[in-house]
């Protein structure tokens, strides 16, 4: 009888909450495996406690947040609740994570500015990592200071930018027009003289303040003076 009620909770759920559909696939080429729509969707409704379907009422609580801010669609919403899918693999974590409700609308600039000035740069991105728990972040030996531990930072890819050298020297060109306008961070992991580093393209992103750093998480690997 409890598993036909869950069976029926779920059912409701699914027809009153906005999962990661085919829309969302489309917009994220690269999301495939353990941290893809699929899976974020069954991870909604993974028996957790004694509230079945307890994620799938939060998720559709942050999405009518993220309406309400006016900064819903800008990228899928469920790629916001991404665990660094190699962190979570290499400590033993689950790859989706809900973050504390009361950092929910701190994501918000950093949407903001991705909307009006990343965006109209990069094209369509895709989050690969949002908010670090405080446990993932002692494993990786993150920065205790980092703004992934306050749902503050995005790190990103491009959806249709394969050359990499042109997309890290438009974004260093943002960065040198806009970036301390819009307080903006910029995590360009990329090294000119080693194009076999993060083949993917990944980046980081936040609004908490002017600065930029490069592979090693230092300034001293900026990459920008080097590309123009």
Request: net charge positive; charged share 20%; hydrophobic share 40%.
């Amino acid at each position: 009888m409890r598993r036909v009620m869950v069976l029926l909770f779920g059912l409701f759920t699914l027809a009153t909450v906005s999962l990661a559909g085919d829309g969302d696939v489309q917009r994220s080429p690269n999301d495939t495996g353990p941290s893809s729509a699929g899976a974020f969707n069954r991870w909604a409704f993974t028996y957790a406690g004694d509230d079945p379907g307890w994620r799938a009422k939060e998720y559709a609580a942050f999405q009518g947040m993220l309406q309400s801010e006016g900064v819903a669609g800008i990228v899928p919403a469920w790629q916001l609740w991404r665990v660094d899918a190699q962190y979570a693999s290499r400590c033993g974590e689950e790859y989706f994570a809900i973050p504390p409700k009361d950092q929910w609308r701190d994501i918000v600039p950093t949407l903001r500015l991705l909307r009006d000035e990343v965006i109209p740069v990069t094209g369509p991105l895709e989050v690969v990592s949002g908010w670090r728990s405080p446990a993932i972040n002692t494993c990786v030996n993150g920065a205790s200071r980092s703004r992934h531990l306050e749902f503050k930072a995005l790190d990103l890819v491009s959806a249709n930018r394969p050359d990499r050298r042109k997309l890290y020297a438009d974004l260093c060109a943002l960065q040198r027009a806009a970036g301390s306008k819009f307080a903006m961070g910029l995590g360009a992991y990329f090294d000119p003289s080693d194009m076999s580093r993060n083949i993917e393209g990944r980046f980081h992103i936040d609004a908490s303040g002017y600065r930029t750093w490069g592979f090693d998480y230092t300034a001293k690997t900026n990459p920008c003076p080097k590309l123009g």
